[in-house]
Nanobody, 124 residues
Framework: QVQLVESGGGLVQAGGSLRLSCAAS????????MGWFRHAPGQEREFVAA????????YYADSVKGRFTISRDNAKNTVYLQMNSLKPEDTAVYYC?????????????????WGQGTQVTVSS
């Protein structure tokens, strides 16, 4: 079992930055593909970013490409989402997820473990 805990959310003005963290307990994330998704009120959960277990491949939604960066620190058993140039439309609850097959996918149904989410609010 993998327990994921997100942190780093908050309120930020448009144009600002936040770094989300996703820490795991009880098990190493080293061999997992990791993803970030978000869920805004009245909308479906959407893919944000994903990372192959090797760290060699990353994937981004078009809406965040060039602004967000996913990375991992295996020594800290943590995955990050650096978010720059934030926009009001980035407001959502952000979730990290782990893919036991290591790929890092863009579809939420392919992930096996999920965190509880962290709120990001971007004011205009």
């Amino acid at each position: 079992q993998v327990q994921l805990v997100e942190s780093g959310g908050g309120l930020v003005q448009a144009g600002g930055s936040l770094r989300l963290s996703c820490a795991a307990s009880a098990r190493s994330l080293r061999n997992f593909g990791m993803g970030w998704f978000r869920h805004a009120p009245g909308q479906e959960r959407e893919f944000v970013a994903a990372l192959h277990w090797s760290g060699g491949s990353t994937y981004y939604a078009d809406s965040v490409k060039g602004r967000f960066t996913i990375s991992r620190d295996n020594a800290k058993n943590t995955v990050y989402l650096q978010m720059n140039s934030l926009k009001p439309e980035d407001t959502a609850v952000y979730y990290c997820a782990a893919d036991k097959y290591g790929v890092g996918r863009t579809t939420s149904s392919e992930y096996d473990y999920w965190g509880q989410g962290t709120q990001v609010t971007v004011s205009s």
